[in-house]
Structures are given as C-alpha cells and as structure tokens.
C-alpha cells in the first residue's frame, strides 16, 4: 500500500507550489530534495546572520502579472510582506566602461518601431527575428539583444520571442515590481516551514519504478511510495530519471537542451563602491551576461552584486578580477570572504518548443504522472507555478 497520496521530487519554486496545492486539497504529500536547502532558483544567499545582508543568486524579483504566485503569498500570509524594489535603472557595460542605455541607441530607428509592429506575429518567431525586426538591426545588437541574454541568462537570439514576454493581468493590491524581507528564498521557507510542506532534505532520487498503480521512488536514504509522482527537477534529471518506466517520455525530454550559468555574489561596504546605484549592469560582448544589483532594496551599509557568467568562460579567479574591473574597486576588497558561488541550470527553449511540449501532455495522461518546471511555457516563476496548478488538476481530474 503506498505510503503517500502523492510524491513530489524536487524543492523548488514549481515543486513546492504542487504541495501546496496537494496539502490545499488535503492530500498527504511528500517533497524530496537532493539538496540541502529548499528554493532551486529562488536563492536568497544572506551573509552572515538570517537576517543580515543578503544577494540573490538565482531569480531576483516578482511581479503583479504572477496571479499564481500571489494568490499562493495571499494564502500564506505573505502577500502583505512584499517589498516594493527601489526604482533605479539598467546601465550597459560595454567597450570596458559603464554606459547609459539611450547613448547606445540610435533613434531615428528606433522611432519606426510603431511602425514595424503593425502586423507583425510573434508566434513562429526567434527574438532576433521579431524584435530585430522591429527596433532595427543596430539598436537589436547595441542594446537589446544583451539585454534579452541578461534576462534569460544564454543567448537570446534563438528563443522563441512568444516565450520572452508573455502579458498577463495585474494585481493592483500588489507592488509592480517586488521582493521580501530576506529574499525571494522567504516565499521558499515560507511554504516548507515547520508548519508548511513536509521536505525531506539530501533526497537524492535514483530510480522510479511502477509498482502497480502507484510509484516507488529509490534514493540513496531509503525508498518511497505514492499513488502518484511528480517530477519537478531540471529536464535532465527528469529524462535520466523517466529512462527506462517511460523511455518515450524521456526522449522528448531529451530533445531540450540545457544551459549553464555561472553566478558569483558578492557583498561591499557601501561606502567603498564608487559606481552609482544602479539595477544592474548589462553586459554587451563580455563574459557576464549581466551583474544584477541589490540597489533595489537599499541598505544602509552594504551593497551587492550578482554576476552572472557565460559558462567556461573564465575560471573562479579570472571571474574575480573581472568582478573587480567593472566595478573600479580594488580586488584586495573581494577578498574579504563576502562572495557566494552557485550553478544555475536553465531549459534552452527554441520555435515550436510550446508544440513539442504540448505532445507530452497526452503521454501523461492516465499515467498518474506529473511533469513540471521552468521547460514548458517559459522560465519566469509565474511559468512555473502556472504549470504546477495545471498538472495537480489533471492529477484531481483523474483520481488522485
């Protein structure tokens, strides 16, 4: 007899919404984390005390477009926490100096974008095709093709424009743009806190198998059951983990590639930093994508930075002294200890990814199988939460 209604593998942002749906519902489920730690993306690094300082390593805001997401802060009782983020902008880093975003454009360009919209169909598209389209060739590669690689952290060029910015209503109760006390991680503990989801920590999943009608998942501390499973790990793992129960499944889920990002935090005295605040500095031809910054949420003493690095590009201290370049400080002042390194891992989604991805729908279908994660619609929390709900009503729909 399966010991839990459901199991979910993975403590991210999409597994831990699936477990607050299923504990909403009053099923008995189970989240199995390899890690140490809950969260995936969503990675508040604080240095020092809980509630010192803090960088965020993975994403680093929410918006009122992420009715999803807010609805679960509401139930919570975080909804009334969020913190506005500071209004301060983007800058470019370019030709080795920091520049503002309209001396890089060229406006006559950019003045027919109106223009070239009319008409024009997102659907089918690559971001180069449609949005170079519209702002024009030289502003695309002056300014808005690095920022849409600083958005997603890879090239953007090939990634379906369809997938980039998706509109979606506003709740006006809610901040534009927002963060927590302590980080995007708050939402994370929140949901698996001593009286939230229960997580099992240092899980690391190793086989599935059928047993039945349910599932017995192996990992290196012992094994599990449920009457249905859900995978919320990056696509690489749920492919090796869905090899041999569903080897067709897991062929379509190798058809999507993986991208790397090498993000490196750091903490600085405020008063040592002599760059102006800023939201972050988007790399044009360097080997960060962007260093996004804590100005948004001002502190009285320190200041921080998130670089996120192209992969194989530089190596731990080559980032370092770069770190130091662009920010015009003395690298003697990075080594203080007050750095944080982390392996990001995003899906690499290319035109027709939503068809490819609609067909594994069916094959999960009777199944009492659930696939969720940032590699269907798009890779923004709301993504991920919305495909959350969508797969925990399937499951309810078909008996769970």
């Not at 180069?128 to 808005?144: E, K, L, S």
């Not at 249905?228 to 190798?254: K, N, W, Y």
């Not at 290319?350 to 279908?365: D, F, I, K, T, Y």
Request: glycine letters at 10%; charged letters at 25%.
């Amino acid at each position: 007899m399966a010991d839990r209604d459901l199991l979910i593998i993975g403590a991210g942002i999409s597994g831990l919404s699936m477990a607050h749906y299923a504990a909403a519902a009053g099923l008995n489920a189970l989240v199995l984390e390899r890690e140490d730690r809950v969260g995936g993306c969503l990675h508040s690094h604080r240095f020092g005390e809980p509630n010192g300082f803090w960088l965020e390593l993975g994403a680093h805001s929410g918006f009122n477009s992420y009715g999803n997401l807010l609805a679960i802060l509401e139930r919570v009782g975080l909804l009334d926490r969020l913190q506005r983020r500071a209004k301060v902008g983007f800058r470019m880093f370019a030709g080795g100096a920091v520049k503002s975003i309209p001396s890089q454009l060229h406006f006559p360009a950019l003045a027919l974008a109106p223009f070239r919209m009319l008409g024009l169909i997102k659907t089918g598209r690559t971001v180069a095709d449609y949005y170079g389209h519209i702002v024009g060739r030289r502003n695309y590669t002056a300014v808005f093709e690095p920022a849409f690689n600083a958005v997603i952290c890879q090239p953007a060029g090939e990634f379906p424009a369809d997938s980039l910015f998706q509109p979606r209503p506003r709740r006006k109760d809610a901040p534009r743009s927002f963060t927590l006390p302590g980080g995007l991680q708050t939402i994370a503990d929140t949901l698996a806190g001593p009286t939230g989801i229960p997580v099992e920590l240092g899980r690391n999943a190793r086989e599935i198998r059928r047993d039945g009608e349910g599932f017995v998942v192996r990992t290196d501390r012992g094994e599990y059951s449920a009457r249905a499973l859900c995978l919320a790990t990056p696509v690489a793992a749920a492919t090796e983990l869905l090899r041999v129960p569903f080897p067709d499944i897991a062929g379509r889920l190798a058809e999507i590639e993986t991208a790397r990002v090498e993000s490196v935090g750091i903490a600085l005295p405020a008063a040592r930093l002599p760059l102006p605040p800023v939201a972050g500095l988007i790399g044009r031809d360097e080997s960060f994508y962007s260093a996004v910054s804590r100005d948004t949420v001002p502190d009285a003493h320190w200041r921080g930075f998130t670089f996120h690095f192209r992969p194989g590009v530089l190596g731990e201290e080559e980032k370092v002294e770069r770190i130091a370049q662009v920010l015009g400080i003395d690298r003697a002042l990075l080594e203080s200890g007050h750095m944080a390194f982390k392996l990001n891992q995003l899906p690499v989604l290319r035109v027709g990814h939503s068809e490819r991805a609609e067909v594994l729908n069916p094959a999960l279908a009777g199944n009492r199988l659930a696939l969720i994660g940032n590699y269907f619609s798009g890779v923004a929390i709301e993504d991920c939460v919305t495909r959350s709900r969508a797969e925990f009503e399937r499951l309810r729909r078909e008996g769970l």
